[in-house]
């Protein structure tokens, strides 16, 4: 499965794309720590990455997550992900999305686009009606792919998660499928 729009394309991992995972993990590191939860040493090796793809792959069988890479078409390079994880079928039919881009790629628009095709997935492939989102206050990019892709701002989750052992707010979004969106 591969979704594209005229700059990226995103597709389902596969065992062959954990070095290149493995890559992007290393490269953004001290970039990524501040916004997600405390990784252990171990989380940076290949058997590691290798092992998270597997865990992807189970999921989406098992319609609990969808886990895809994002890659930049012009050198066909893995510089992101993208998560719609937390699935709950009925009766609420939504998940959370969440993601990540290479910082060398950031402010570029991209990350607006994935959202864009992720929501195409949630709403037209995976039949989600609600896709919601959780972001730090001070985490302006990430607010701002969200809002452009068209979600809402519903309320603040009070020490929602421990980011680097640190429990952190999060403004939470959402979009419902009948939602007025950018289409990718």
Known sequence: MTMTT???YFR???PEDAPALLDLMQRN?????PFTITRPESFYTLEEQTARIGMWTEDRAADKSYNFGIFFKENDVLIGEMSLFHAARE????????????HAYQGKG??????CLALEFA????GFHRVEAGVMPHNIGSIRVLEKAGFQREGL???????????QDHIMFAILEEDERPRP
Not at 29 to 33: H, M
Not at 91 to 102: E, Q
Not at 110 to 115: D, E, F, K, R, V
């Open 6 to 8: 005229d700059r990226i």
């Open 12 to 14: 389902y991992l596969t």
């Open 29 to 33: 590191r001290a970039y990524f720590e």
């Open 91 to 102: 009766p609420a039919h939504k998940c959370m999305m969440g993601y990540c881009l290479d």
């Open 110 to 115: 991209i990350m607006s686009h994935a959202a």
């Open 123 to 126: 709403f037209a492939e995976a």
């Open 157 to 167: 989750a009070r020490k929602n998660v421990k980011i680097n052992g640190v429990w």
